[in-house]
Every structure is written in C-alpha cells, then in structure tokens.
C-alpha cells in the first residue's frame, strides 16, 4: 500500500513538474512574440517617420491599425500565386462575367451589377477581345486568406433581418483560381460552422491583365475599384 502511494506522489509530482514546465514554456514564448511584435511597431513607425519616445497608448491606439494593415499588405504582396488589386474574370453564363479583385487590405471585392456582353456595359466580342465601355465599380463584398496555393474566400450577403456568409474555398495556379468547395462559416474565422455540411463546386476566375484597376476607399474601412481596359474571352 505504502508503495502504491509513494508511486502515486511521484507521478504527481511528474506531471506537476511537465505543467509548470510547459507553462513556463509557453510564458516565454508569448512574451517573446510580444517583444518580436513591439519591435516590429518600432520599426514601423520609424519607417514612417511618425516620432515618438515610448509606445504610449496613445502611440498604440493612432498608429497600431496602419501597422497591422501594412503588415498584412507585406504579407499578401510576398505570395507568388494570387495577383494582388488585379482584376480576374468569372464567366456566370456564357454571355455574363462578374469582375472580382483581391486586394491589399484583405479584402474580397466583387463587380456590383450583371455585367453582361451586350455591347452597353461591355462591347460585343471583337477578335477574341472584349472592351469595358464605360468604368465598372469593383466594391468591398468580403473577405479572403491565402496560404500558398489555397485560397479561403468568404462572400458577406445581407438580407433585410441578418446577415450571412458565404465560404467558398479553391486553389490558385498561375493566372486560374478553381473554386471547388463552399459551406457555412463562422463570422470571425475562415472556418465551417460545427454541423455545417460542405459542398462541391466548380467555377474558375481567370487574371485579365489588360483590365486596370485604380483603387480609392469609400469609407474608413471600405475599399473600392473603378475597372477599365478589356479582356480575352476564356475558351
């Protein structure tokens, strides 16, 4: 018995001892990642030329969102496969396309009207070209990540009671993205909503790099295009 007992001390003893460790452990990482993280704020703000002494809240509170936004444009701007505020073209139907750009912010952007090829908005193909005949508005509809070569893309709907979103997952190669996967998501994460069934899809969005995009915001947050030039028909 007084074995049993002793064997039951050590081996609390032993997994006391791996939680402290590993708590310590985790402790020092956190506050490593933190002081990589004040350092990196530094080296922006002085980047900026945005004087300074210490990072007061102040400091943290008027600057700290620039950093995280030129952060992420860093990021989004050093991936070789997706092209960053440049337009890409999704056939809807033979005859209608919708324009979508992924921009620096972050942000998933899509053409607000049916664009149709019907020589109004759009002008009859001509020697396998289309033109835009008048500007086209490209609007903030929602949202993407990419890691690689796999994009997550999540599409905001808003009905008159809530709103909803729309996750719709692919791959990147070249200048085609291929979306083959969409399901209910969680509003703050690119992730299925538990008990959430995913479904098979099948569309394609190819880069047009004769179609220019001039990027202006349309609020605080908001970023919007106004897209001109023209584009191959997709075969």
Do not use: W
């Not at 530094?42 to 002494?53: A, Q, S, T």
């Not at 599409?155 to 719709?168: D, L, M």
């Amino acid at each position: 018995m007084k074995s049993k007992i002793n064997r039951l001390t050590i081996h609390l003893v032993v997994l006391f001892f791996f939680i402290n460790c590993k708590s310590q452990q985790l402790t020092e990482r956190q506050q490593k990642s933190n002081g990589e993280r004040e350092i990196a704020f530094k080296e922006y703000l002085v980047k900026n030329k945005i004087p300074f002494k210490e990072l007061s809240d102040t400091i943290f509170d008027t600057y700290y969102s620039g950093f995280l936004d030129d952060e992420k444009k860093q990021k989004l701007e050093k991936n070789q496969n997706l092209k960053i505020n440049k337009v890409y073209v999704r056939y809807r139907t033979p005859y209608s396309v919708e324009f979508s750009i992924y921009s620096d912010k972050g942000t998933l952007c899509l053409s607000t009207i049916d664009l149709d090829i019907d020589g109004k908005m759009l002008s009859f193909p001509e020697n396998g070209v289309i033109k835009v005949l008048k500007p086209i508005i490209v609007e903030d509809f929602g949202d993407f990540e990419i890691f690689d070569d796999v994009i997550k893309t999540r599409k905001r709907r808003v009905s008159p009671y809530n709103e909803i979103y729309h996750y719709v997952n692919g791959t990147v190669k070249k200048d085609t993205i291929h979306f083959t996967e969409k399901y209910i998501g969680k509003e703050m994460k690119f992730e299925k909503k538990m008990f959430a069934k995913t479904y098979k899809d099948d569309f394609i969005e190819v880069y047009q790099p004769n179609l220019k995009a001039v990027q202006y915001k349309t609020g605080k947050f908001l970023v919007s295009y106004e897209v001109t030039g023209e584009f191959n028909i997709q075969r």
